[in-house]
């Protein structure tokens, strides 16, 4: 207890030093927790994208339609597949989509896009497509053929709300099918590319013209909880076995690389960080050691065991070190769920040009509870790393010199 | 009887490069209860004659007997304690810890002795009362003047009742008054606790209270006097 004490006061001795380095390491761990949080929102953020604009967790189709999209690879009887996901308590929502390529024409430009047939009502409790809407409607108070396009692929067209469109296709024959939509709504994405190449209609409106009422490619589906996704995806899996069920994790693998890279390398970030900071630690001890010889000479003279000198010397270095950690953490985390309300807007800084990329200008910082736990742990790891050093030069003291030391 | 014996005592530094002969054969008892100065010119072997007694160093050769058990043979981590358990030292700085009030300075020693923390309480306001420092025991040494200081560090030193206290020029930094107040201290303990007290020293004061008076030169016992007072 005496101990703690003595270390506990040893650090607040030399005021000015300790606080510089208190500071130091507050603001180094701050900002690395600050900007691994702007990283893992960044990420999040494409996504959330991702996932809310169209992949949803879990999707199925005929495997041969993953490799190559062709309209003839729908799915096969699926009666029974969507009468089990109906039953499967773990599914918040599930629709049916059909999706083919094809060309879509104005009067001046044509394009090729992929064409995706929709139940509008029920793909607004999965993805937000009608969030996006930019002008018009979203599939409403209109009776027939319906398109909801991209407004890069509007610009591109040269068409607004209420142009009329031809949209150009092979049917389950191999016939070419022509038929003419008109423009509901025009939404736009933070993903340029997505905007200019997708456009939606109805799934009623592109069966009938595709010869099968009942025709679905794809079904997409979310859940109550993401971290069921892996779980449900391979009770699907084994249960229709000739359906190829795939996770988002398996949708959007880069990013998932992604996400996995920025963790990783973020984790490596706070470490460089940390490590900077250890050695200012380590010279900090480093100089409150040798300023003190003379002193623990005497505690080693008059009986202090050099072992407990030495726990001495580290127990300072830690409470320096948790001192100045518990405050960054604090500090960190503070900043954090500030910024991680009110959003950062990059549109100052960036213009549109994230959007080329996939991004959105709003960044809200985040950062798991366990990316605390793990930098906590490397502050430990750095903190006994730095208190070493001091602790073992404190030990080689002779105390007979070090009584004398002026 | 003898409570501290050496027997050719002898300390030769840089054995194998420049050897300097700090001691030589240096025989010496000191009784129970005992006031001795150990005097000399600089560099006449005092403080590492006090080193050896000590238990901070050792001896090229030779034996030191405290209470008939040879130190020169313990291994460090039985040293540290043996000083631990039956040396007081008083150094020349005060050397006190700065962050550790008086009675908390006073309390350490007795605190890394594993007694009870009643006892030690008890025991530190008893000796800072005999120190005249009854009433500055919250006080931190930055607080204290250097006569203050030193008599902490007496109290600090005798607060575990150890078998002899080591002394190393403790006057050296105070005025006369302070000197003279610590010197009363100490005589008075002295012969209160029967405590042993050896003083390596140059200051004529503490020459004149001592009663018995060791004389080095070139390492060796030049003089031994025993006084009546």
Redesign the interface.
């Known amino acids: 207890m ?1 101990l703690i ?2 270390a506990w ?2 650090i ?2 030399n005021t000015s030093r300790s606080l510089t380095i208190l500071i130091a390491i507050m603001i180094g761990l701050a900002a690395a927790l600050m900007a691994s949080a702007f990283s893992m929102g960044f990420v999040q953020q494409r996504f959330n994208n991702v996932i809310e604009r169209f992949v949803s967790h879990i999707q199925i189709h005929n495997p041969e339609f993953v490799h190559d999209g062709e309209v003839y690879q729908y799915l096969d009887k699926p009666q029974k597949l969507l009468q089990s996901l109906s039953q499967i308590p773990e599914i918040k929502y599930f629709t049916e989509r059909t999706k083919i390529n094809g060309m879509i024409a104005s009067a001046k430009v044509s394009a090729g896009v992929q064409i995706t047939g929709i139940k509008p009502e029920a793909e607004q409790r999965l993805t937000d497509l009608k969030g996006w809407l930019t002008k018009g409607t979203y599939f409403e108070d209109v009776k027939r053929n319906p398109v909801y396009i991209g407004q890069e692929l509007a610009n591109k067209l040269k068409v607004d709300v209420g142009s009329r469109v031809v949209i150009n296709f092979q049917d389950l024959d191999g016939d070419i099918t022509a038929a003419s939509f008109k423009v509901v709504g025009i939404f736009k994405t933070i993903e340029l590319a997505f905007d200019e190449g997708t456009v939606f209609v109805r799934r009623s409106d592109l069966n009938s013209l595709l010869g099968d009422e009942a025709l679905t490619h794809e079904i997409a589906l979310i859940l109550n909880d993401f971290n069921q996704t892996t779980t449900v995806k391979n009770q699907l899996q084994q249960q229709f076995p000739a359906y190829e069920v795939r996770s988002w994790e398996n949708l959007s693998e880069e990013l998932l690389m992604m996400q996995e890279m920025t963790t990783q390398s973020l984790i490596f970030l706070v470490f460089i960080i940390l490590l900077g900071l250890g050695f200012g630690i380590l010279n900090t001890m480093l100089m409150s050691v040798f300023e003190r010889t ?2 623990l000479g ?9 072992m ?1 000198v030495f726990r001495m010397i580290m127990l300072e270095t830690l409470f320096l070190s948790f001192t100045g950690a518990i405050t960054g953490m604090l500090s960190g985390f503070l900043l954090i769920s500030w910024l991680g309300t009110k959003g950062i807007n990059l549109a100052g800084l960036a213009g549109d040009s994230l959007a080329i990329y996939g991004y959105g200008n709003m960044i809200y910082p985040d950062l798991e509870p366990q990316f605390y736990f793990q930098t906590a742990i490397m502050v430990l790891l750095i903190a006994v790393l730095s208190a070493l050093y001091p602790a073992f030069k404190a030990l080689k003291l002779v ?2 010199e070090a ?2 030391k002026e | 009887m003898a409570v501290i014996e050496t027997i050719g005592l002898t300390k030769i530094y840089n054995e194998t490069i420049v050897p300097v002969k700090a001691l030589h054969e240096v025989d010496l008892s000191f009784d129970q209860g005992e006031f001795t100065s150990i005097v000399g010119p600089s560099g006449s072997g005092k403080t590492t004659l006090l080193n050896m007694l000590g238990g901070l160093d050792k001896p090229s050769s030779g034996q030191i007997l405290i209470n008939r058990k040879d130190i020169t043979t313990l291994k460090e981590r039985q040293l540290t304690n043996f000083r631990l358990q039956h040396i007081g030292f008083v150094f020349q700085s005060y050397n006190l810890i700065p962050v550790l009030t008086a009675i908390e300075n006073v309390s350490f020693i007795m605190l890394l002795q594993k007694h009870s923390r009643k006892k030690i309480d008890q025991r530190a306001r008893e000796i800072l009362e005999q120190v005249g420092l009854g009433d500055r025991l919250n006080a931190r040494p930055s607080q204290l003047s250097g006569g203050q200081q030193q008599r902490v560090a007496v109290a600090r030193a005798l607060a575990s009742r150890p078998d002899f206290v080591l002394a190393d020029e403790p006057t050296a930094n105070l005025d006369t008054q302070s000197a003279f107040n610590l010197l009363d201290i100490m005589e008075k303990l002295n012969r209160e606790e029967n405590i042993t007290l050896i003083f390596s020293t140059h200051d004529q004061r503490v020459i004149e209270r001592a009663r018995r008076v060791i004389t080095l030169v070139d390492g060796a016992v030049a003089g031994d006097e025993k006084r009546q007072q």
Do not use: C, D, T, Y
């Open positions: 005496m004490k003595i006061r040893n607040w001795r003379r002193e005497m505690l080693i003279a008059v009986g202090m065991s050099k407990h105390p007979a009584v004398r």
